[in-house]
């Protein structure tokens, strides 16, 4: 993993063309629209939602992937995964680059149609509504060249202060990882609405209990930070926890998540 650099000021304007006008793709497109680069078009199967984001970034919204404009610099493909290789085969030939920001999928499925291809995978979560300094997320580019992964290089850095080079190897590893960083963590949360809302408590009371959980891991290992009956295995506590429940999946995910917490703490 190679670290680029700080934010930078862009030397000249990109034109970039969306595919798709996702959580994701709103949130880069509008902030290289903040930063100067020209957003040509935005498309997306559903003309309300490319009208949507095109009508925020200035741009023109199509739903038919024979109009892109072929003479952008960038292309970034922003759609689902497992969409992703059959909108790569309907596109028309262009010039400039093709990258897409899937943690998870090989740049390779660019290989047999644009020689010129890459990987801008921005490490963050994303929801439509919620603003977020783009300045503050890391930015993983890959390339299918020296200058075309210089190209995307220069262009993150004008997003991010935090950009680095890593492979679609290690970026598929930092994935999964960040599925159980986040996208887990957040349905520990569902889970604990549900628990609260059923007894008519707060979920607000659970926040500050959330902030500082999260505030801890910025200066002491997840291992370190970890605390609750499953480290000590209080068998006592975790029955009663396990006799409220009342829920077979509940419970199945407590034991499961008691025992990982308390073999990662060996024995403490």
């Given at each position: 993993m190679k670290e680029v650099g700080a934010k930078k000021e862009k030397e000249e304007a990109m034109?970039?063309?969306?595919?798709?006008?996702?959580?994701?793709?709103?949130?880069l497109a509008e902030a290289c629209k903040t930063v100067g680069h020209e957003i040509l078009q935005v498309?997306?199967?559903?003309?309300?939602?490319?009208?949507?984001?095109?009508?925020k970034t200035g741009a023109d919204a199509i739903n038919d992937l024979s109009q892109v404009n072929p003479a952008a610099h960038l292309y970034l493909f922003s759609v689902k995964d497992d969409a992703l290789a059959?909108?790569?085969?309907?596109?028309?030939?262009?010039?400039?680059?093709?990258?897409?920001?899937?943690?998870?999928?090989?740049?390779?499925?660019?290989?047999?149609?644009?020689?010129?291809?890459?990987?801008?995978?921005?490490?963050?979560?994303?929801s439509k509504h919620r603003k977020i300094d783009?300045?503050?997320i890391p930015v993983f580019v890959e390339g299918s060249s020296d200058a075309t992964t210089r190209l995307l290089e220069e262009f993150a850095c004008t997003l991010s202060s935090?950009?680095?080079r890593l492979s679609g190897e290690k970026r598929r590893f930092l994935?999964?990882?960040?599925?159980?960083?986040?996208?887990?963590?957040?349905?520990?949360?569902?889970?604990a609405a549900e628990i609260t809302h059923k007894e008519e408590i707060s979920f607000d009371l659970l926040l500050p209990l959330i902030v500082e959980t999260a505030a801890k891991v910025t200066t002491m290992?997840?291992?370190?930070?970890?605390?609750?009956?499953?480290?000590?295995?209080?068998?006592?506590?975790?029955?009663?926890?396990?006799?409220?429940?009342?829920?077979?999946?509940?419970?199945?995910?407590?034991?499961?998540?008691?025992?990982?917490?308390?073999?990662?703490?060996?024995?403490r």
């Open positions: 034109r970039i063309v969306f595919i798709g006008a996702g959580n994701l793709a709103t949130h498309y997306s199967r559903t003309m309300e939602n490319a009208a949507t984001l095109a009508a059959a909108v790569i085969k309907q596109m028309p030939q262009t010039g400039g680059v093709w990258a897409h920001t899937a943690g998870s999928l090989p740049m390779h499925l660019f290989a047999a149609l644009h020689a010129e291809h890459g990987v801008l995978y921005p490490l963050q979560t994303f783009f300045d503050t935090n950009v680095q994935h999964l990882a960040a599925v159980y960083a986040c996208n887990f963590v957040n349905h520990m949360y569902t889970l290992t997840p291992s370190a930070a970890q605390t609750g009956p499953a480290v000590r295995y209080d068998e006592g506590v975790m029955a009663k926890h396990l006799a409220l429940l009342n829920d077979a999946e509940m419970e199945e995910i407590y034991k499961l998540l008691s025992k990982s917490i308390h073999k990662h703490a060996g024995g």
